[in-house]
């Protein structure tokens, strides 16, 4: 199988869905919407403790058989869902999809909130990005059960065990995940005199990070790019290699006092700034996509499998991006989703099947084929459908077998509390203010990140 790539354009907004949105460019301060994301959750937390019990349709509802129905469903970016909309309904002709496309993760967020606030608004089939997962896991009454013992082997470990709850619960079935490798220009890497073959730069590479750094000194000694495009990539590489790096299991802030994040922070700056191996953009910023269209800019980038089509979108006349099957550190996961049922709704048995078809590994395998979305059920990551997938933009790579060993090769996960998102970006806007904005050095942007820390405990 070839993955299709006639919606690359598409893809370049799919970076949104996997936990980070578009960056506003240098000098916009966002430390004051740090804060104001800080009041809004203490907000939704009373509004939401205030709702208590249960909502109307917790016990199914819904139409009898073969009654029309109408269902609604909320996706962010590019889920790859449209034609499954529309098989699902040939299947089931009783039935009818509406599709509420957000543009942005954190506005596909935001609006979930605002829903189970108000007990009322939401979708009858919600997503929640893994970021952002153990936020709604604690209004576990919001959410319709999803447990299922003929479902319970169906994902990978990790993806099953991130979305279920103390008691045994599922608030969520598992869309796709984003084991990483990393992708690379063949074209600039053959300019230093580098070696270009996939096995032979995944040697190069090396198996650490500082294999990976020590590889970027000899590449910008040969050429006039940079090996990186910014520091907020490779931060999203290492801090989802730490077990435990902003929070402890019982929601205590760490991340100002953990020495692990403080010595990543150190060791990225230091390779970005000092070594000069970024190119000091903002990852998602206007710069950023516009870099991609240029012949120099930068040689590598870790890339998950929705990268690729964003790579591809934003790069479409540029030939020479290829993969290696390599990641720094051994192996590594950024993004991924889950599709959720809120209890508020009327259809809640008739949502929970929709749900479980859309997550199942046949539907995976044609979101993976339609945006690059890699599953994360353990039959689809075993066939040969997508074992066999290559990707032609990527110099005709065999992307299903690389990433799929890249996913084998993910043995932490970090644990994400409930201010996950809002301390990683944080520490991104700390970093990005030392490497793209060029405001601060490193320990006066860190000391504003203890600030940041502080105003959260």
């Avoid at 509420?100 to 829903?115: F, G, V």
């Avoid at 290492?238 to 902003?246: T, W």
């Avoid at 590594?332 to 479980?356: D, M």
């Avoid at 990527?394 to 509390?417: C, H, M, S, W, Y």
Wanted: glycine letters at 10%; a negative charge; hydrophobic letters at 35%.
């Amino acid at each position: 199988m070839m993955r299709t790539t006639d919606h690359a354009e598409e893809n370049t907004s799919a970076a949104a869905r996997q936990g980070r949105q578009p960056a506003p460019g240098p000098g916009v301060h966002r430390r004051t919407a740090l804060l104001r994301g800080i009041a809004l959750t203490s907000a939704l937390t009373l509004t939401l403790t205030a709702c208590g019990g249960s909502a109307e349709g917790e016990d199914g509802g819904g139409a009898a058989e073969g009654e029309p129905l109408t269902l609604s469903v909320t996706t962010f970016n590019e889920f790859g869902y449209e034609e499954l909309f529309e098989e699902y309904e040939e299947l089931n002709e009783n039935i009818t999809i509406e599709h509420n496309k957000i543009d942005t993760a954190e506005n596909a967020r935001d609006s979930l909130r605002n829903s189970l606030g108000a007990g009322q608004g939401a979708s009858d089939i919600e997503p929640i990005e893994v970021d952002w997962l153990a936020e709604f896991q604690q209004y576990p009454d919001r959410f319709a059960d999803l447990t299922d013992p003929e479902l319970e082997d169906r994902w990978l470990d990790w993806k099953y065990e991130d979305a279920t709850l103390e008691d045994g619960s599922l608030i969520g079935y598992g869309t796709d995940s984003g084991p990483q490798a990393v992708c690379y220009r063949a074209d600039l890497f053959e300019e230093a005199g580098l070696p270009t073959e996939r096995e032979e730069v995944a040697d190069f590479l090396g198996d650490t990070w500082e294999d990976y750094f020590a590889a970027g000194r000899e590449f910008v000694a040969e050429s006039d790019s940079a090996w990186y495009s910014g520091s907020d990539n490779i931060w999203q590489g290492m801090i989802n290699q730490v077990e435990v790096p902003y929070q402890t299991e019982d929601g205590e802030v760490i991340a100002d006092t953990n020495p692990e994040v403080r010595d990543l922070y150190d060791q990225v700056l230091e390779a970005s700034v000092q070594d000069e191996l970024s190119a000091g953009l903002a990852q998602w910023s206007g710069d950023w996509s516009d870099a991609f269209q240029r012949e120099e800019t930068f040689a590598t980038m870790m890339c998950p499998g929705w990268m690729l089509g964003i790579i591809e979108g934003n790069a479409s006349e540029v030939e020479g991006w290829d993969i290696a099957n390599t990641f720094p550190g051994g192996g590594g996961n950024w993004g991924g989703s889950y599709l959720t049922v809120p209890s508020q709704g009327e259809n809640i048995e008739a949502s929970k099947e929709l749900a479980a078809w859309l997550t199942a590994p046949e539907q995976q395998l044609k979101a993976f084929d339609v945006v690059g979305a890699f599953p994360s059920t353990t039959e689809a990551l075993e066939s040969e459908e997508l074992l066999s997938a290559t990707e032609e933009y990527f110099n005709d790579a065999p992307t299903g077998e690389i990433l799929a060993e890249r996913a084998e090769a993910v043995e932490t996960q970090p644990l994400k509390g409930t201010e996950y998102l809002t301390i990683n970006v944080a520490i991104q806007d700390a970093i990005n203010r030392v490497d793209v904005d060029g405001i601060d050095d490193p320990e006066s942007s860190w000391a504003k990140f203890v600030n940041d820390m502080e105003a959260l405990r």
